[in-house]
């Protein structure tokens, strides 16, 4: 499977909030870094993200692109609510080796009515 296929298939089920099989399209020792927050890094800890994400907040992905350049993918993407971010995911061997993002957090947790950290 192709970068670009993979990351279709990973907005797939993101959008369908399964966190499970999610996860599984990750290494095990994937690293995912969302640079807003601390790097989570293992499978199961990447399922436990999505898990808790999922149970805080609606989320779904607009893809505006996807491009691909070797073994990267590149996601730009927004939500129904206006907010934009974009996705860069290394894929070794048909599965997410690692994955950064960038996307506004203070906008997210204003529009999703979650608490704002104090520090």
Request: hydrophobic content about 40%; overall charge negative.
């Amino acid at each position: 499977m192709q970068p670009k296929e993979l990351i279709q298939k990973w907005v797939t089920l993101f959008n369908e909030g399964k966190a499970p099989e999610l996860a599984e399209l990750y290494h095990e020792d994937a690293v995912n870094h969302q640079v807003a927050n601390t790097p989570v890094k293992g499978k199961s800890a990447i399922r436990e993200m999505f898990k808790n994400e999922f149970s805080q907040a609606d989320m779904h992905c607009i893809v505006e692109n996807i491009f691909e350049d070797g073994n990267w993918a590149i996601l730009e993407w927004k939500d129904p609510m206006g907010l934009r971010g974009c996705g860069f995911f290394q894929v070794i061997d048909n599965k997410i080796k690692f994955q950064r993002g960038y996307w506004d957090k203070l906008s997210f947790l204003r529009q999703h009515n979650l608490p704002i950290p104090n520090n």
